[in-house]
């Protein structure tokens, strides 16, 4: 991930604050190719203390393709 140190973060900061976390960044897959992927994930507890944190990513390529293409033609 090349995103990394911010993505340990937002999570860092989900298991402190007990609150979801949400982020956007850069994958390299193993054909070599740069991808975006929305990352969105909650704490989930047990007994008061945390025990997982659950989540999903979601591949957001074409759309952040399309908004840096928009943002370079303005």
Do not use: H, N
């Not at 997982?52 to 943002?71: F, H």
């Amino acid at each position: 991930v090349q995103d990394r140190a911010r993505i340990e973060a937002c999570f860092i900061e989900a298991v402190r604050s007990k609150r979801p976390c949400q982020a956007e960044c850069r994958v390299i897959g193993a054909d070599g190719v740069e991808r975006w992927i929305s990352l969105a994930g909650s704490l989930l507890e047990s007994t008061g203390r945390a025990t997982k944190l659950g989540g999903l990513a979601q591949d957001i390529t074409e759309r952040r393709v399309s908004q840096i293409d928009a943002t370079l033609l303005t």
